[in-house]
């Protein structure tokens, strides 16, 4: 008790739109899973570019911040240059539908 046995996660929409997901946990569930599981039996692995993919924006993930602020930065600027020239961004949003 206490402890987390099984941890998954996606890496769709969270990570740029890559598909596909991931399961952590120790060597002997992974393998019962895998043994077990019918989604898992019958599904398509990964295409090798969506991994490497995952793997790069997992690791600028763990460089920090900088690069998400500077993002929202750029968002925040571009909102404001866009709405002096009446092109209208709408809300604060990470995606935008332009009118």
């Known amino acids: 008790m206490g402890r987390v046995d ?3 996660g996606t890496l769709g929409k969270a990570l740029g739109g ?9 060597k002997e569930v992974v393998e019962w899973l895998r043994q077990r ?3 898992y039996l ?7 570019a969506i991994v490497a993919a995952s793997i790069k924006v997992l ?5 920090g911040a900088d690069l ?3 993002l929202w930065a750029n968002a925040r600027l571009f ?15 990470p ?5």
């Open 6 to 8: 099984i941890i998954t």
């Open 18 to 26: 890559a598909s596909g997901g991931y399961t952590a946990a120790r």
């Open 37 to 39: 599981s019918r989604p």
């Open 42 to 48: 019958f599904s398509n692995s990964l295409a090798p």
């Open 59 to 63: 690791e600028m993930v763990e460089e």
């Open 68 to 70: 998400r602020d500077r």
């Open 79 to 93: 909102r404001e240059k866009n709405d002096r020239g009446r092109l209208h961004a709408g809300r604060r949003r």
């Open 95 to 99: 995606r935008h539908h332009f009118r």
